[in-house]
């Protein structure tokens, strides 16, 4: 059973930079897309953010983060990272890793983390 821990998250100003990290145990990403969602306010639906290829490294964006964040992955350590810049106040949510299948649709991802809150003031 593969356990997912984000981290990273936190309060920043508009325009400022987080990065975001999600350590996978008891399994590996190998085979699979690890994708970024985020929520807010809680109960709403989550909305896609990124995601990656873990073989290949090929990286995906929401429209509306392109430009700004950036998806990695470090195949040793069994970690993804989202790279947060230019941050602006409806980026705040918290934000959730999730391995799956590669689709930028909550619904194709079995594995969850249990979250981090990123909060931009303006």
């Known amino acids: 059973q593969v356990q997912l821990v984000e981290s990273g998250g936190g309060l920043v100003r508009a325009g400022g930079s987080l990065r975001l990290s999600c350590e996978a145990s008891g399994g590996t990403f190998s085979g699979y897309a690890v994708a970024w969602f985020r929520q807010a306010p809680p109960g709403k639906d989550r909305e896609y953010v990124s995601?990656?290829?873990?073989?290949?490294?090929?990286?995906y964006y929401a429209d509306s983060v392109k430009g700004r964040f950036a998806v990695s992955r470090d195949k040793d350590k069994n970690m993804a990272f989202l790279e947060m810049n230019d941050l602006k106040p409806e980026d705040s949510a918290v934000y959730y890793c999730?391995?799956?299948?590669?689709?930028?649709?909550?619904?194709?991802?079995?594995?969850w983390g249990l979250g981090t809150q990123v909060t931009v003031s303006s």
């Open positions: 995601r990656i290829a873990w073989y290949s490294g090929n990286a």
């Open positions: 999730a391995v799956g299948n590669g689709s930028p649709y909550a619904r194709n991802y079995d594995y």
